[in-house]
């Protein structure tokens, strides 16, 4: 019943920038933490960024600190990240996950199918 979709995924160039969007259903959205995790061919799954069900905390892993930034509306059950200064080493299919609670960042229970982002020039 849980339905998270990823969008806003595509190519872009070295210092571009991308937003990606999660919209989500079957639960109550503003309940819960979201996060965002991406894996590129070979290099493993990695946790990217999360925030607290009603936006008042946010986390950031270190390869991304200070170039994105997690959001979310409420009011339309929707997560966001907005990429900037891509580097070709954020290449990789990004997912968005749903935690187990509202201040799970690191613990999830849905993901979503994925959407890819390139970067390259």
């Known amino acids: 019943q849980v339905q998270l979709v990823e969008s806003g995924g595509g190519l872009a160039q070295p210092g571009g920038s991308l937003r990606l969007s999660c919209a989500a259903s079957?639960?109550?959205?503003?309940?819960?933490?979201m996060s965002w995790a991406r894996q590129a061919p070979g290099k493993g799954l990695e946790w990217v960024s999360g925030i607290y069900s009603d936006g008042s905390d946010t986390y950031y892993a270190d390869s991304v600190k200070g170039r994105f930034t997690i959001s979310r509306d409420n009011a339309k059950n929707t997560l966001y990240l907005q990429m900037n200064s891509l580097k070709p080493e954020d290449t990789a299919l990004y997912y968005c996950?749903?935690?187990?609670?509202?201040?799970?960042?690191?613990?999830?229970?849905?993901w979503g199918q994925g959407t890819q982002v390139t970067v390259s020039s």
């Open positions: 996950a749903k935690g187990s609670g509202a201040t799970r960042t690191h613990e999830y229970d849905y």
């Open positions: 079957g639960f109550t959205f503003s309940s819960y933490a």
